[in-house]
T-cell receptor
């Protein structure tokens, strides 16, 4: 399983765009990148996942360069309610095995 | 509503008294998994199941058992709980290629 590295914490202000970068130097060909958000005492919530280039949904964008050794989660115009821990994971999905290993995550604090 | 339901939400028990934490999902997901979360250690996988009657160990399986007799249910069993199993537990499910849906968590205290 690919090991991911991301900043321990980040601060931002309301209304700003926040970019959280994750490195995964040993990502395998079949690994996907996925991001989760977690509030205190709640289960993680799936945000977005992708394999390469750019993926966008209603809450975030995910940028994965051609070499796939890193990825960036982009949150547009954050609000106070976006304060949470964000996890970057690389996972291998197949019919035979599928493990998801969480790292320490990035604590995002949005300030007024 | 599509969801993963865990019960109980809170549980205080004594060392050695067998307990079961139930997990049920209504999304017909093949894949289910249990995690524990501890301060400073993050989320660690205990067991996972690819489908009915197919289970495998995660990173921290010692002291836990699971079963997957039906697709929707994946109970976590602690045969003889110990204080080091005091933790916040999450159940999750997903389709083979999709994102996980997590339950609301079970906060277990073993005294």
């Amino acid at each position: 399983l690919a090991k991911t590295t991301q900043p321990i914490s980040m601060d931002s202000y309301e209304g700003q765009e926040v970019n959280i970068t994750c490195s995964h130097n040993n990502i395998a060909t079949n690994d996907y990148i996925t991001w989760y958000q977690q509030f205190p005492s709640q289960g993680p919530r799936f945000i977005i996942q992708g394999y390469k280039t750019k993926v966008t949904n209603e809450v975030a964008s995910l940028f994965i360069p051609a070499d796939r050794k890193s990825s960036t989660l982009s949150l547009p115009r954050v609000s106070l309610s976006d304060t949470a821990v964000y996890y970057c994971l690389a996972f291998f999905s197949s019919g035979s095995a599928r493990q998801l290993t969480f790292g320490s995550g990035t604590q995002l604090t949005v300030l007024p | 509503e599509a969801q993963v339901t865990q019960n109980p939400r809170y549980l205080i028990t004594v060392t050695g008294k067998k307990l079961t934490v139930t997990c049920s999902q209504n999304m017909n997901h093949e894949y289910m998994s249990w995690y524990r979360q501890d301060p400073g250690l993050g989320l660690r996988q205990i067991y996972y199941s690819m489908n009915v009657e197919v289970t495998d160990k995660g990173d921290v399986p010692e002291g836990y058992k699971v079963s997957r007799k039906e697709k929707r249910n994946f109970p976590l069993i602690l045969e003889s709980p110990s204080p080091n199993q005091t933790s916040l537990y999450f159940c999750a499910s997903s389709t083979t290629g999709g994102g996980y849906t997590f339950g609301s968590g079970t906060r277990l205290t073993v005294v």
